[in-house]
Structures are given as structure tokens and as C-alpha cells.
């Protein structure tokens, strides 16, 4: 089959995906999308040729309502609240629902929690708000950011990133913040690799700022710079964190009880923790699981690897001992893979999307059980694929 003919095909598969509301033409689309950025990926150079393909899909996921997830109407909702004088941290949405109103409103999940992402992601949901109360200017907003990656990319890698089936559909498509977060960690890497202590760590605080967790990936480049420099980038790093927080600092204590809430208490997608749950407090599990985790972070600082690639690992293996494990967290694993890799991620992204196996039942019948053989056959793919991802000599 040609490329012009596989791109065709994919293409009409995939408005048929944007235009159900149901979960089963997205398979399909995501397979035969897949197939025609493999091509584009392994035989074409052509810039032209890239554009030709990947911007039709690009444009038509940007006006499409996100069907995988409904994170985003907690985005829309916590700018909508900022924009009207109210602080997203110390007011969870079902306390501001009888004096504000907002489409997002009735599909808010978790409403009786405040905010759990950081300042600078709440800073973005403003922004969104002001241009709009829908989806859209958000998504706009994380296609500028992705598009910033040209400073660190040629533009045939910045056009293989667009286009790339993951972050088309999580990012642009489903329209998860932590498409906003890749820049961020492009630079990171970038800056700190070459010595470059200021940008470096206002990479970092950017990172911190847009989600908690990746921050961790700092650490790496960090470890092989001078004690001296070391100190110094901790510093600004903290100094930098505290800041971000400082509009919101009366909010107190209330600034932790969403991470709280979801380190204690959500569970998803992941087999260890599936596995020895009935047998231990839930509580014990994740302490056991947090421990190795540790552990192995520890054992990457230790390796002699390059910086990509043990910052590669150490998200890896969150991603194997985390409680809760969604297909967008992989969208991290891009600016620490190299290109000729990122089929492999690509392939691994396949394999995590039978955990949406779960949503049919969920809009049907409110459960949200994944059934064991879709658990099993996904992770064993998943292995599989992060072992292709280990460094090469």
C-alpha cells in the first residue's frame, strides 16, 4: 500500500474516531495512523511530505471533543476560577458551584477535591479561560508548546514529535496537560547537559511548575556536574518552587490534600499492585512498591549511562511500580528517547491503550474494572517494548 493511500485510509478512520462518541472506531484509527507515521518515520526526509501527512490530522484533532478522558474539564474549570478571584487550591469546584457556573461544571471528576496541578499549570488554565470556555484555546496552547520544541529539534524531528500517534491523541486530541510539560523537559535536558546553570534551572522549576512528579528526572543531569554548581542549582531550584507557590501560600495545608489523596488512595492499571493488594494492606503495597522504586533510582544514579538514558529508565520504572499507571504518562518517555527509538514508545503506547479498555463499561454502567487478560497482555507488550528502550553500547 502506498503512503498516499495508507494516510487516506487512516485519516477517515480517525474522523470516524473523533466524530463517535463511542470507544470503538478508535482502535482502528490508532492502528492505521500508527502504521503511516511508521513509514514516515523510517523512509521519508521530505519536510514537505511530513507536513502533507501529519497536518490534517493535527487540524482535525484540535476542534474534536477529547473521548479518552475528562481531565480537561477540570482544566477548564480551575482557569474559570482563577479568572473569577477564587483559588483552585482552597476551593474544591462543588463549593463554587451554586456562584459559578461553566459548561465543564457537570463533568468534573473527583469534585470534591481542590487542585492538584502545579502553579504554572494553573497559570495555562487561566490563559486558556481568557481566550475561551472551551477546550480549544487549551489545546491551541499545548500545540505552541510543542511546537517551542523546534529549539531543540530539526524540524523533520519536530514535525515526527507532532505527529507522533501518541502525543496526537493524548496531547492534541485528549488534550492532557502533560503535552505542556515535553518543552520543559526538552530544555532541561538541553541546558544542564551543556553547564548552563541558570537556564538549566529554570527548566527544572518549569517542570516542577507544570507537574510535580517529572521533576525527578532533573536529578540526573545534576549528578555529574561539581559539588559547587550542584549546591547552586538546588538552591535556585527551591528558591524558584517556593515562589511559584508564593501566590498561593495562605492557602496552607489545603496545597497538599489533593497529592495526598491521590498518592493514598488511587489505584489503576498496574499488575504488581493488582496482584498484591488482596494479600497486603493497600498501604503496604505502596510502600513496598515506592521502596523498590527507590531503590532503583538509586542504582540508575549509580550507572555509568548517559544522562538520557538513565533519566529513560528512572521513568520507567515508575511506570512499572506506580499504583496508577494512563497511556499519557508515556508522553514523558519522548524527549528521553532517541528518535530512532521512538517506534519502540510508539509500540509500547499501542499496548497501554487496552487500558481504555475500561471506558465502554464505565459510560455504560458506571464500573471501572480493566478485566485480568487485558491487564496481563498490555503489560507484557509493555516490557517488552521498554526493553527495546535500554541503552546500547
Not at 498516499?4 to 470503538?24: D, F, G, K, M, R
Not at 511548575?209 to 549528578?223: A, S
Request: glycine residues 4%; contains cysteine.
Amino acid at each position: 500500500m502506498s503512503l498516499a493511500t495508507l494516510a487516506v485510509t487512516a485519516l477517515i478512520a480517525w474522523l470516524a474516531a473523533l466524530a463517535q462518541p463511542s470507544w470503538a472506531p478508535y482502535p482502528v484509527a490508532l492502528l492505521l495512523y500508527s502504521l503511516a507515521w511508521l513509514r514516515l518515520h523510517q523512509q521519508h526526509r521530505d519536510s514537505r511530505v511530513l507536513l502533507a501527512v501529519i497536518l490534517p490530522f493535527v487540524i482535525t484533532a484540535l476542534p474534536a471533543p477529547p473521548r479518552l478522558s475528562d481531565d480537561y474539564h477540570r482544566y477548564l474549570w480551575e482557569g474559570h476560577v482563577q479568572n473569577h478571584g477564587y483559588s483552585p487550591f482552597a476551593h474544591p469546584p462543588d463549593t463554587l458551584f451554586d456562584q459559578l457556573h461553566h459548561p465543564a461544571e457537570p463533568a468534573i471528576n473527583h469534585a470534591h477535591l481542590p487542585a492538584i496541578y502545579p502553579p504554572l499549570s494553573q497559570l495555562a488554565f487561566r490563559a486558556a479561560d481568557a481566550l475561551g470556555h472551551h477546550v480549544f484555546p487549551w489545546k491551541c496552547l499545548l500545540l505552541l508548546a510543542i511546537l517551542s520544541c523546534r529549539a531543540f529539534l530539526s524540524t523533520r524531528q519536530t514535525l515526527l514529535l507532532l505527529g507522533n500517534p501518541l502525543l496526537l491523541v493524548e496531547g492534541l486530541w485528549n488534550a492532557h496537560l502533560d503535552a505542556l510539560g515535553i518543552p520543559a523537559l526538552y530544555a532541561m535536558l538541553v541546558f544542564m547537559q551543556r553547564g548552563r546553570l541558570w537556564r538549566g534551572a529554570a527548566a527544572g522549576i518549569a517542570l516542577f511548575g507544570i507537574k510535580l512528579v517529572p521533576v525527578v528526572l532533573t536529578l540526573f543531569p545534576w549528578r555529574d556536574w561539581p559539588r559547587r554548581r550542584q549546591l547552586q542549582f538546588a538552591v535556585l531550584g527551591v528558591a524558584g518552587s517556593l515562589l511559584l507557590y508564593l501566590p498561593f501560600a495562605e492557602d496552607g495545608a489545603a496545597l497538599l490534600r489533593s497529592p495526598g489523596a491521590f498518592s493514598l488512595h488511587w489505584y489503576f492499571n498496574n499488575p504488581l499492585f493488582t496482584a498484591l493488594y488482596p494479600a497486603l494492606p493497600a498501604s503496604w503495597v505502596r510502600a513496598l512498591l515506592t521502596g523498590i522504586m527507590l531503590l532503583t533510582w538509586l542504582w540508575l544514579w549509580l550507572r555509568p549511562w548517559r544522562v538520557r538514558d538513565r533519566a529513560c529508565w528512572a521513568w520507567i520504572a515508575l511506570l512499572c511500580l506506580s499504583p496508577t499507571v494512563y497511556p499519557w504518562y508515556l508522553l514523558w518517555l519522548l524527549p528521553l528517547t532517541r528518535s530512532k527509538a521512538h517506534p519502540w514508545l510508539l509500540a509500547a503506547y499501542v499496548f497501554s491503550c487496552l487500558s481504555y479498555r475500561v471506558l465502554p463499561n464505565w459510560h455504560l454502567a458506571g464500573v471501572w474494572h480493566l478485566p485480568t487478560l487485558w491487564l496481563i497482555v498490555e503489560w507484557v507488550g509493555l516490557l517488552f517494548c521498554f526493553i527495546q528502550l535500554r541503552p546500547r553500547r
